[in-house]
């Protein structure tokens, strides 16, 4: 398979990127035609989006598989490999300055937002003139009570099932690669499977846990900012978790097909560094999100 | 060897090129283009604010370009161009072939005009375009707005997006590609500065994409974020935001260091006065940003505490930036110093830069800035900042590298002049606009007491003189692309770095085999 190139890997002119320009923007002005600019009003047409997304995914099959065939092909050297890397590092590190920014939404309005709207500090008077009778404390959906009674998401339960799930899927993910390191390929596509089916696992989970939500306890996007920290953190981390399942799925069908070699596999590893990513970031959600409160 | 490639003919040179040189010249043009319609914008703003009364725009009119004159700037022209220096310059910098991840380098530039366009087409909308000011502030930016903040927001993820990946590009070029015995300490100082420019990058970027998603959330799907009656606050989407906007500044101005770093020692034909201090002052710079942020938003009603931590903090930033304007004046004592017009900009630009700096002080301190918030001061200072320093480093370094790039020298004596009134005018411009601020005349009104005339006045006049002038650069450049005097290969007197052992123009590919660094 790879055999060591003694120059940098060039590629040629690419289409694929100004497709995938192409593709993004008729998805997101799409997106932003079809919303409804109120929070109570109702979503417009979304064919557009359709469209872009079908354009994007288009994109991501060419722009990937060129990547692939130049790297089953033998044009890469070790210092590509290196930049694939560093690549994949930093685009890591930017996922988790976005999830920061939500923790830290999180962290201010616990411990500084809602306790001033209470009267802590110096805002007794704006308690008594504008949130009179509000006592703060946490969950809240807020003075206003947006979006009405709610029951707060307990831990144990799907999500201490759903920690149990993620923390296996990042050992299975592991395996898999210690087999793969190897040349024990059956061991490689078994972890890979168990990963995939425990991910998939994990999503399905909290679709039910969602459901619960709004059916039983009240709970929603719109729930005050408990609702809201609640939906868009567990959300967007669902997100990333199917977009990890996806990644390792492409890794499952190409472990089936041969590739990979003890040596050469940074797809493989980038798929991994990402899953584990999503697992501790599962792992700062179920402290601060369900458990502490 | 990797495959060869024919220099490639036509439009699809431009549209599917992976060659950084192309790209570079892409991001550069894009940046010119959107200076000259933000610089459109500004001049609406001071045409209206010539005299007092409402003369030529409405009320609403006047708000949407403020913002959009504040956000094509920012993120259209000078982060833009910045790129567009760095792609160019750094691989022939570090002795590279290209960057290090060419195709993804074509995407992080073709985001951008898409991304520009999205942004322009809310003037024509419905209800307008936005009129919040650049920083978007909520409630204004959720429960105000018009429909197409929709159509802002996404503007700004893909903005996002594309200065995500082009930092990422930037640093794995950086720290994997540098010809060997390239040390990180012999690094040139262009090289250090976007280094730590595109960590800035990476680590601010996804918030800001967390606020405007946070936005979007509020104004769609009834999230409680910025609303006090669910338990939000609105002073939370402050923090957030500057969180992400105290790091931008210095993303614009890092990269302009740089340039200046490399002018000064070559026209003062000495070397860089104190080359490790500056890399730790760009460091030291970078890791204040991060800790500073809530000084933009003193006014709030913040506990005591805050406002003295973020006030000791704001303060110790100008150790050292101090550092730095030492070290550029240190490297031109008792050099045999020779004025050329990239020295001129580069000169402008430390003293020009240093007074944004010591207004910065002022404004840095939570009880002067009691009385100067939102006023003409901030305007005049960040003004200072931005255009005399980050726009005046652009136009320095576009200079000094023309040759390099067209293989002709520019126009000296268009260039000199262009610089002159520049200079000048961009001082009847912004300079009064600091007795306005402390004469109490707010930012971001169309109208104002009579008090105000005559400096605001000077300051129009001024803006006009600024903005005709930049004319002037573009057919400096465009002449200089269509030919004049043959460029040297070195271009300047005996110039330090690799970028001028190459032949000019730079050939298509150059570094395909890594020079030696002793």
């Known amino acids: ?130 949130w009179k009778g509000y006592a703060g404390g946490w969950p809240t959906n807020g003075p206003g009570s947006v979006g009405g009674h709610f029951e707060p998401m307990s831990p144990f339960g799907i999500p201490l099932w759903n920690t149990i799930i993620l923390l296996s899927s990042g050992l299975t993910v592991t395996w898999a690669h210690w087999g793969l390191k190897n040349g024990r390929r059956g061991q490689l596509i078994a972890g890979l499977f168990l990963t995939v089916a425990l991910g998939s696992l994990f999503v399905s989970l909290q679709a039910v846990e969602y459901m619960h939500a709004y059916s039983e306890m009240g709970l929603k996007l719109n729930s005050g900012i408990y609702g809201s920290t609640f939906f868009m953190l567990t959300g967007f981390h669902g997100l990333h978790v199917s977009i990890g399942v996806i990644m390792l799925l492409v890794m499952l069908v190409r472990a089936i097909k041969g590739h990979f070699t003890a040596k050469n596999h940074f797809a493989f590893e980038a798929a991994a560094w990402y899953w584990h990513f999503v697992d501790v970031v599962w792992l700062g959600l179920f402290i601060f999100v369900y458990w502490l409160a | 060897m990797s495959e060869h490639h024919a220099k490639p003919t036509g439009i699809t040179r431009w549209l599917f090129t992976t060659n950084h040189k192309d790209i570079g010249t892409l991001y550069l043009w894009f940046a010119f283009i959107m200076f000259f319609i933000g610089g459109g914008m500004a001049m609406v703003i001071r045409a209206e604010l010539l005299q007092p009364g409402m003369q030529v725009v409405d009320p609403l009119f006047f708000n949407t370009m403020t913002t959009m004159h504040g956000l094509i700037m920012v993120f259209g022209a000078v982060m833009p161009a910045m790129v567009g220096f760095a792609n160019w310059m750094i691989p022939m910098m570090i002795g590279a072939p290209d960057m290090a991840l060419p195709r993804m380098n074509n995407w992080s530039f073709w985001i951008l005009p898409f991304a520009g366009t999205m942004l322009i087409s809310t003037l024509f909308m419905e209800g307008g375009g936005p009129a919040f000011g650049w920083t978007f502030y909520a409630p204004l930016s959720t429960t105000f707005a018009p429909q197409s903040t929709d159509f802002f927001i996404f503007a700004v993820h893909l903005l996002g997006f594309s200065s995500i990946m082009g930092a990422i590009n930037i640093i794995a070029t950086i720290l994997n590609m540098r010809a060997p015995g390239m040390t990180l300490m012999k690094m040139p100082l262009f090289v250090w500065t976007w280094l730590i420019t595109a960590f800035l990058l990476i680590a601010v970027m996804p918030v800001l994409a967390g606020a405007v998603t946070m936005m979007l959330t509020d104004r769609n799907f009834g999230t409680s974020f910025f609303d006090a009656a669910g338990g939000g606050d609105p002073v939370l989407f402050q923090h957030v935001f500057w969180f992400f906007g105290h790091p931008e500044v210095y993303i614009m101005i890092l990269p302009a260091f740089g340039i200046v770093s490399h002018i000064i020692p070559t026209f003062a034909r000495k070397k860089l006065f104190g080359y490790a201090s500056m890399v730790y002052a760009v460091a030291a710079i970078a890791f204040l940003s991060f800790i500073v942020w809530a000084h933009h938003m003193f006014t709030v009603g913040m506990p005591v505490a805050g406002e003295l931590y973020f006030t000791y903090a704001t303060i110790m930033i100008a150790v050292p930036t101090a550092v730095k304007v030492f070290n550029w004046t240190a490297t031109m004592w008792r050099g045999s110093m020779t004025f050329e017009t990239p020295m001129l900009w580069a000169v ?55 040759p390099k790039w067209t293989g002709h020298m520019y126009d000296e004596k268009l260039g000199k002049m262009h610089f002159w009134l520049s200079v000048i005018s961009v001082n009847i411009l912004f300079f009064p606009q600091h007795f306005l601020g402390l004469a109490g005349m707010p930012r971001r009104i169309p109208d104002y007491a009579v008090q105000f005339a005559e400096f605001n006045f000077m300051s129009s006049i001024g803006g006009f003189a600024f903005g005709l002038s930049q004319l002037l650069f573009l057919y400096v450049v465009i002449k200089c692309i269509r030919g004049g005097e043959k460029a040297t290969d070195e271009v300047w007197d005996n110039p330090d770095g690799l970028e001028w052992t190459t032949p000019s123009p730079a050939p298509y590919h150059t570094f395909e085999t890594a020079p030696e660094i002793k």
């Open chain 1, 1 to 130: 398979m790879s055999t060591e190139t003694d120059s940098y890997y060039l590629p040629a002119p690419s289409y694929w990127p100004i497709i995938g320009s192409i593709g993004l923007f008729i998805t997101l002005f799409g997106f932003a035609s079809a919303l409804p600019g109120t929070s109570d009003g109702a979503m417009g047409d979304m064919t557009m989006v359709y469209v872009g997304l079908a354009i994007v995914a288009v994109m991501l099959f060419g722009w990937f598989g060129q990547v692939i065939g130049e790297s089953e092909s033998g044009k890469y050297n070790a210092q590509v490999d290196t930049s694939f890397r560093m690549g994949m590092v930093w685009f890591i590190f930017s996922e988790v300055m976005f999830f920061a920014a939500f923790f830290g939404v999180l962290l201010y309005t616990r411990q500084l937002a809602v306790p001033w709207l209470s009267g802590e500090g110096n805002n007794a008077m704006t308690n008594a003139l504008l």
């Open chain 2, 348 to 402: 402008a630009f430390v003293f020009l830069f240093t007074i944004g700096g010591f207004t910065g002080l002022m404004l840095g301190m939570a009880p002067a800035d009691f009385q100067y918030h939102d006023t003409y001061f901030v305007v005049a200072h960040f003004h200072y900042v931005l255009v005399t320093g980050a726009v005046f480093g652009i136009i320095a370094g576009a200079y000094f590298w023309l």
